[in-house]
């Protein structure tokens, strides 16, 4: 078995640094209004309109994001549409709004993916030991050293391109980064005290795992999370950007930058607005992450 | 100090075998095999049973799959990467023809972000319940948020297009004009910088951060130090661990980043040549770029632990 040491390089290209929060929290302080701070209250604010948007994008008196009115292509921005026309005619607002709904899809699918695959696999790492902790941490690193982009659109050339593959995959090839994470938190809990009460009370080893330790040890997966989601964000609309993500006429930011970028003299706000929408997305994501890490690292 | 280097040589090995696993493993992935892949283009019921036989026997691919694994894998230590399905030259040729460009790239931006990053990383740490640490760290928030691609692609247009400042696009090779070589990377190299640049800010701020806070540096101050040699000597050399774990992730990083940014500038690297080869499905290549991708990552990593337990005595003894 390894000890935990700070030498183990960091999990992912996501630079946030593994909060390390006090193995055993007997405390909890209480998340007063002042507790989250005013950047992740706005991160959380934006991230919660759009996810709402999103949501009820069909409802809200928009344009059809499909609808192509050729006399009016790649006009400016007007108060009929107030981002302006895409080559075809088509609202960029309305486009823009609803690509929060594929952005938003594909966050939850590689995020779901991850988490039920990181979870279990750092679990039994962390809490099993030895030769089953050495195995699925050498195969966690093999994983790692795969450039997740690329694997992701080998794989969604294969598949053929949709949503749906490509963040599923991006999904896959994230989860050794939760594992390693959620082991190195649950490592220093398998002798903990309440684990060895637990055993002795005759509660049954998988049990324990899962009642008792994962809980203690999940805030800096939690953290992770949101810092991979913000990620998920950016590749999501990167497969997009390559016409790799939702097939063409469904409104994606990244497919419609691609379309967009090549004409970006003549009409830039079809670039920019995905772009800003992306960069707000991801930024909102990651600054809950941040707020979170700073709660959970005080308690 | 050499035991701990072969220590963590012999850990990585078994890293290594898993990896040569997945990537070979990766073709097997394809629905219709390579052979399908091969021959591509005929409809459904034109490729001939005989056609795909042959062809699996010219390419070894009716050996068993170990069998297979074995001979791709002594093929590989000899240098051997195959032949690309598409080009038909060896896939050593086709990497050799691509490396250099997207080395410059990501070398470039890698100094860039260590410059800028560790300036910024240190701004945003000394100065941090204030004004300018807050704007720096804002503004790295929003550096690691914005997409890579979308930057390129408005710089492009800007800078490029409606200024004329840099060329929009376009490549100069080495051999042929070091400035021109430069200049044209200058775009690519910046926006590449801007995603690595903060994370490593952000690194090099939370580890210097709580550098800042313990009691060593208290000492420091007490005992009239300038903050100068504080900040510099005393915390930023215990934040540098970071710095050093943070190379071959970044490395890592910049060669998912290219794929875009190549495409952008319209740079005749390997990014381009990954989206050429793994849409066309040339696993030769594919398998050749992930193998290079991966053990240059493997190496960096290796170097960072070493470098690591290099300038840290508490890693090498717990180490040891």
């Known amino acids: 078995m390894t000890a935990p040491t700070g030498t183990e390089p960091a999990t992912f290209q996501t630079g946030l640094d593994n909060p390390l929060v006090p193995a055993v929290q007997t405390r909890r302080r209480r998340v007063g209004s002042s507790g989250f701070g005013l950047v992740p209250t706005i991160g959380l604010t934006l991230f919660t309109l759009m996810l709402l948007v999103s949501v009820a994008a069909p409802f809200l008196p928009l344009q059809d994001p499909l609808a192509q009115t050729l006399s009016d292509r790649s006009a400016g921005p007007s108060s009929a549409h107030w981002f302006g026309t895409d080559m075809v005619g088509r609202d960029v607002f309305s486009r823009t709004i609803y690509g929060c709904r594929s952005a938003f899809g594909g966050i939850g699918i590689a995020t779901a993916v991850m988490l039920l695959i990181g979870i279990p696999w750092g679990l039994a790492a962390g809490f099993s030991g030895t030769v089953v902790d050495e195995v699925l941490m050498r195969v966690a690193d093999a994983f790692l050293s795969f450039p997740a982009l690329i694997l992701a659109i080998g794989v969604v050339s294969v598949l053929g391109p949709s949503l749906e593959n490509g963040m599923m995959t991006v999904g896959v090839i994230c989860s050794p980064v939760i594992a390693r994470l959620l082991r190195s938190a649950v490592l220093p809990l398998r002798d903990a005290q309440f684990v060895q009460i637990a055993g002795s009370l005759g509660v049954s080893r998988p049990l324990i795992a899962l009642r008792h330790v994962l809980p203690n040890a999940m805030a800096p997966v939690l953290v992770q999370t949101f810092a991979l989601a913000a990620q998920f964000l950016i590749v999501q609309a990167a497969l997009g950007f390559l016409g790799l993500g939702s097939p063409p006429p469904a409104p994606s930011w990244g497919q419609d930058m691609a379309d967009a970028y090549l004409h970006f003299t003549s009409e830039p706000f079809t670039t920019i607005v995905p772009g800003v929408a992306i960069t707000l997305g991801a930024w909102s994501i990651s600054a809950i992450g941040d707020g979170l890490r700073e709660i959970l690292g005080r308690r | 100090m050499r035991a701990t280097i072969l220590r963590r040589i012999a850990t990585s090995i078994p890293t290594i075998i898993i990896s040569t696993m997945l990537i070979f493993g990766l073709r097997y992935l394809l629905p219709g095999g390579p052979v399908q892949a091969m021959l591509g283009g005929g409809a459904e019921g034109e490729i001939t049973e005989e056609q795909i036989a042959a062809m ?24 051997d990467l195959g032949t690309s399905y598409y080009s038909q030259q060896p896939v050593t040729t086709v990497l050799g023809q691509r490396i250099l460009p997207s080395l410059e790239l990501i070398i470039g931006s890698l100094i860039v972000s260590i410059l800028v990053g560790t300036a910024l990383g240190i701004i945003a740490a000394v100065r941090r319940d204030r004004p300018t640490g807050r704007t720096v760290q804002l503004m790295t928030g929003f550096g690691l948020a914005v997409p890579d691609f979308w930057l390129g692609a408005v710089a492009a247009g800007t800078l490029g297009l409606a200024l004329g400042i840099f060329p929009a696009v376009g490549f100069t090779p080495l051999s042929e004009s070091l400035g021109d070589n430069l200049y044209t990377l200058t775009l690519p190299v910046l926006v ?10 952000r690194h090099i701020s939370s580890a210097m951060a709580s550098a800042l806070d313990s009691p060593y540096i208290r000492t420091a101050w007490a005992m009239g130090l300038p903050p100068r040699t504080i900040y510099l000597n005393c915390a930023l050399r215990n934040a540098l661990g970071p710095v050093i774990t943070f190379i071959p992730l970044a490395f890592a990083g910049l060669v998912g980043g290219t794929v875009l940014v190549e495409s952008i500038f319209a740079i005749p690297g390997l990014g381009t040549e990954i989206m050429r080869s793994v849409t066309s499905q040339d696993y030769p290549v594919v398998q050749g770029i992930v193998l290079l991708v991966g053990v240059l990552v493997a190496l960096l990593n290796l170097f960072a632990d070493v470098a690591l337990a290099f300038i840290d005595p508490r890693i090498r003894r717990s180490a040891a």
Do not use: C, I, K, M
């Open chain 2, 56 to 79: 699996e026997e010219r390419f070894g691919l009716d050996a068993p799959v170990p069998v297979q694994y074995w001979h791709w894998l002594t093929n590989l230590l000899q240098g």
């Open chain 2, 192 to 201: 590449l910088a801007v995603v690595t640049a903060s994370f490593l800010a």
